[in-house]
């Protein structure tokens, strides 16, 4: 039936109704055409990371002269931390042995766990690849490597502000935590005992099916000493 | 050469001797407004801490990093202290982050009331664990017993502090006012703050733990005395935005501090009544095409129609 004879046989109204039929699939693919740029203009926009949307890709080099390409460890569960050996407050979590335990455990279990260091050259806490090495068997940290970030491109990436600053990242590449490592803002030692650890929290409840109540904190500590560009 | 290294071997056998290890960049004191504690009055501790130039301290909310003091009170079971008061803090920039807190000096004023029944004690010894950090670039955590023992008695006279008392004690904002929270998008949210007296605003800083971003928030003055108030959100953050607080600094002649304490809310029946409204147009919509086809069948087509 062509258009003429639609025209003769059908009400005025019926008519109406089906000379703007014709319009449809136009009309969808620009509303589809909008929705999309408006979506890339939205994600364009939102620059940090951001908890249960994908984590950042990187390939940063690590103390051990290898390169660590996050998406290689899709399928695992991923930590990182952002770190700063002259921090006070990462002092707190490596002195008293803390922050070693839980890598110990975390690691044990098939995550892998990386330590960041977006510190700038000439800014507390960078450190080249050998002196990360000689950090790691100072501290006999467990962390899978200590990755060197010294543009702080990565850092800034994921808007990691604090050392530390964790995140928690899931086998299919969402951020499932971002926030503190506890919720003790002290730099006393004293006071890890009895605070109450997200990150280990978090993993303990993913991992046995449980629901995770928390997914995002703010942290505390130094601020991460980036690179000032002007 | 000798000589001095013996003098400077012995000034620190002397202070660990002291027990007192002198802080570098900061220090801190127990100070009070009178010389004597009245325990039929609200009497005004104080911790008075001083930073050297260029280093800062934290405020209740630190900003970007950081962390505020943290004080840890003895006093005797029968006496009670009040919430820390915390005087206007200062927008500090250490790029690409920012901070709130104090420079130079900051005096964190306490209310310490008796709220026994009979004062047994002629004296009180107020002892105070502090734990604070003091920040260049660099940050040094602090970390000071301070203990103060003064007299009971009414007959009481100001104390040398009490001018720095009155003084921070026009810093502390105290007025309350209510605000709407007219827009929110995955990047920032809009305050509306009406019938407030002010120059110019000139900045907000958020309570601890509000979901926003520290970065310096837009303002623009819509009709009357109406300001509005763009704070950007924390990406990361899925937290709630309602209610909204913080303190909103103002250049103003008209109060005693400069700045007040904004609560925002949405519209409390707005999103509900939005919902409604989109729920009857969408009955009436899908009415009016029920009716419009029972229509089209029922009604004879005439005129259109081709014999």
Redesign the interface.
Known sequence: MNFIEMK????????LCVQYFRYIPVLTVTMMLTACSLFKT?EA????????ESAPEFALPGHDGNTYKLSDFRGKYVVLEWFNN????VKKHYNSGNMQEIQKKITSQDILWFSIVSSAPG??GHISAEEAMAIKNQRQSAQTAILLDPTGKVG?MY?A??TPHMFVITPKGT?LY?GAIDDN????PKTIQGSRNYVTEVLNATLSGAPVNV??T?????????E?TP | MKQGLFFFALSISFSLAQGVTKPIHTSATLITEYDAIDPTQENFIGIRIHLEKNWHTYYLNPGDSGAPPKPKWQLPSEWTLGPLLWPTPKRISVPPFFAFGYEKEVLLMVPLTFTGHTVRRNEITIRLDLEWLACKVECIPYFATLRKTLPIQSQRLKSKDAPLFERVRSLIPKQKHKALITQVTPQAVTLKVTGINYKQALDFIPHPNMPLAHILPEFSQSTGQALQIVLKRYPASAQRLNPLKGLLILNSSQHSSNAVIVEAESPKTSSSFAAKIALCLGVLLILFLTIFKIILRKVPQKGNSIP
């Open positions: 003769r046989k059908t009400s005025f109204p019926s008519y939205q926009t939102r620059q940090k990371a951001q908890v249960h002259d921090c006070p407050f800014k507390q800034k808007g502000k604090a951020i971002n803002s002290s730099s006393n997914h995002h703010k942290p505390y500590g130094c601020s991460i000493k980036y000032v």
